[in-house]
């Protein structure tokens, strides 16, 4: 680590140049959070660094590499540039976390997170929901050597699906694909990746459009901005996984796929001659495990099961079905509610439902289902039309919630 607080209580950065004469100076420091003894680390291999003693029971503390450190620093110092307010391994108490960075602004405050060891899904998870819970958004950035591509595929491991970033607002939720989830990696000493995903094709692979920023000039702001994926390119993404559906091997069996395909099959819809409303990519997807295909074919006859009993429905009238959808893809009950905003409000662009202004939907025709998968992908390839030509004509303005 790079901070720490003197015996006199001045809490210094090795990165603040104005610190330095103070450091050489002194020789007692201790950890801003445990308030344990720290060690001042000078080896000619490594950083200038603090570090715990052995054993330690600092909550925040964590071995760090050299691989860290370095661009840590460099990060750092590419923030600093810009005239951020910018300070390392801040220690936010609301949360109980210590953030690699934290750059504050007028409009808002952000975490950069800089990964570069494999860690559990459900971590990454849990700290960006910490981190929200105050009112801070969180870039997850990874080594420039995790990113793993083939053209415009990305390979992604299941704890990097959730470090895609959404953004922070709620005023563009009906623009749909301009909201893609974005992937950070960093490439030392200056070079910055992102991977804009805009369609899913397995749980283990995104397509996605890449685009490579030099530090400097690029801005924090310029690398987190949504991207724009031109229309042919964006239709024939969506449809190569809705091919796949139609012609390919069956989903992943997972416990969720058994039910969903057994309900399927009662209503005897064979999952590749599901309706052509589900299977597409959603700025949410990257929180769940399972295909598309299956909870929004599993939804999307709920939906309809409403309309048998009713003219008009919301969320609210939906309350089951996002209890069901929370329990079942492990997600938290408020990203079960933004995954089904998404979804109606997809089937709106579709033109299958009509959103009124008191945000209520009524059903502007009835579905049809298709007799062969031939069929159903010259369906598929109608709405992928539909959904493209709709967002031609929406521009981001602004970021997006998670």
């Known amino acids: ?95 109980n976390q210590r953030a690699d960075l934290l750059v504050k602004n007028k409009n808002d405050t952000i975490a950069v997170e800089y990964q570069c060891s494999t860690v559990d899904r459900e971590q990454i998870r849990r700290r960006t929901a910490l981190y929200h819970s105050i009112g801070v958004q969180v870039l997850w950035v990874m080594p420039y050597d995790h990113l793993r591509r083939k053209g415009s595929v990305v390979y992604l491991k299941e704890w990097q699906w959730e470090a895609a970033y959404l953004g922070h607002s709620s005023e563009l939720r009906d623009t749909y694909l301009q909201r893609m989830p974005a992937l950070f990696y960093f490439q030392p000493p200056s070079l910055f990746w992102t991977a804009h995903l805009n369609a899913y094709l397995s749980p283990k692979k995104a397509h996605a459009r890449f685009i490579a920023h030099r530090l400097p000039p690029s801005t924090l702001e310029c690398v987190r901005t949504p991207a724009t994926v031109p229309r042919e390119m964006q239709r024939s993404a969506l449809l190569i996984y809705k091919k796949e559906t139609r012609y390919g091997k069956r989903p992943p069996s997972t416990p969720f796929s058994t039910i969903v395909q057994a309900q399927l099959l009662r209503d005897k819809i064979p999952i590749h001659l599901h309706p052509p409303e589900a299977g597409w990519f959603l700025p949410g997807q990257p929180w769940v495990n399972e295909s598309p295909v299956l909870w929004q074919s599993w939804l999307f006859l709920h939906i309809l099961s409403h309309f048998n009993r009713q003219t008009f429905i919301s969320l609210q009238t939906l309350g089951t079905a996002k209890q069901w959808l929370s329990t079942y893809l492990h997600l938290p009950v408020t990203r079960a509610r933004i995954l089904m905003d998404e979804y109606l409000r997809l089937l709106v662009r579709l033109r299958v439902l009509m959103l009124h202004a008191d945000d209520t939907f009524t059903l502007m025709q009835m579905p049809r289902w298709p007799q062969s998968p031939d069929e159903g992908f010259a369906m598929d390839q109608q709405y992928a039309e539909r959904l493209c030509a709709v967002n031609d004509s929406v521009a981001p303005r602004t970021y997006f919630p998670l």
């Open 1 to 95: 680590m790079f901070t720490a607080t003197s015996y006199s209580g001045r809490t210094v950065s090795l990165l603040n140049n104005a610190d330095r004469a103070y450091i050489e100076a002194n020789d007692g420091w201790y950890c801003q959070v445990c308030k344990e003894h720290l060690q001042l680390k000078k080896g000619r291999k490594r950083r200038p660094h603090f570090a715990h003693h052995p054993n330690t029971a600092c909550p925040t503390s964590n071995p760090e590499s050299e691989r860290h450190l370095e661009g840590k620093a460099l990060l750092y110092r590419w923030l600093k540039a810009q005239g951020a307010e910018v300070h390392v391994e801040a220690f936010l108490p609301e949360s």
